[in-house]
């Protein structure tokens, strides 16, 4: 078991320390660290912050299906991860509009909002940025800001190895959480968004 669970550990990117059979994992989530304390699988955030169920169960998903690729340079939109095509006209509802209706206007405050969050500045569109959801689950986050003339668009990317980490509900899952927390920071931010 000990050899199986390291393993595991090793390919999901994360740190941990174990003594007999007992370990305890550090699991960067976002702009925090979670620890998990296995048997007990307890679960502690380093901003003190509740780690709900939701959350917890991503983790372990993550870490028990750790592939061990480590992200490249490609990246696929929502659409082109294998079963997901079906599901793209509610992932745009529920994950890409609410981002657009946030910040669709001010390319400024998506930066610096996913820059405070941990993303890391991209090229892309009018404003773009990745954040490491979990350390080998990176998201694009590119916006294209509207004006008088065009409505505002927002992609997210993925790295392809993205299969290989999350089941296809939880690749969902992840991204409302991520659109979610990036929304939820702006708003104790500048309070207007």
């Known amino acids: 078991m000990n050899s199986n669970c390291e393993a595991r550990f090793i390919n999901a990117g994360v740190t941990y320390e174990s003594i007999q059979d007992q ?19 307890l679960f502690k955030s380093s901003k003190g912050s509740n780690v709900t169920l939701v959350t917890k169960i ?8 750790a592939g061990g690729s480590l992200p490249g340079v490609d990246k696929i939109s929502y659409g082109d991860i294998p079963g997901l095509a079906g599901y793209l006209p509610v992932f745009e509802q529920r994950v890409a509009r609410p981002l657009i209706t946030a910040f669709g206007f001010d390319k400024y405050v998506f930066l610096e909002t996913g820059e405070s969050l941990g993303g890391i500045k991209e090229d892309y569109g009018d404003a773009s940025f990745t954040l490491y959801a979990l350390p080998r689950i990176p998201i694009t ?35 409302k959480l991520a659109s979610t927390r990036i929304i939820k920071e702006a708003r104790l931010r500048h309070c207007r968004v």
């Open 58 to 65: 991503i983790i372990l998903h993550y870490i028990n299906a």
């Open 23 to 41: 370990y305890s994992v550090d699991v960067p989530y976002f702009d925090e660290m979670i620890t998990l304390e296995i048997p007990e699988f």
């Open 141 to 175: 986050f590119i916006l294209w800001e509207g004006d008088e003339e065009f409505q505002p668009s927002l992609k997210m990317l993925f790295d392809p190895s993205i299969t290989g980490y999350l089941p296809l509900e939880d690749i969902t899952v992840i991204s």
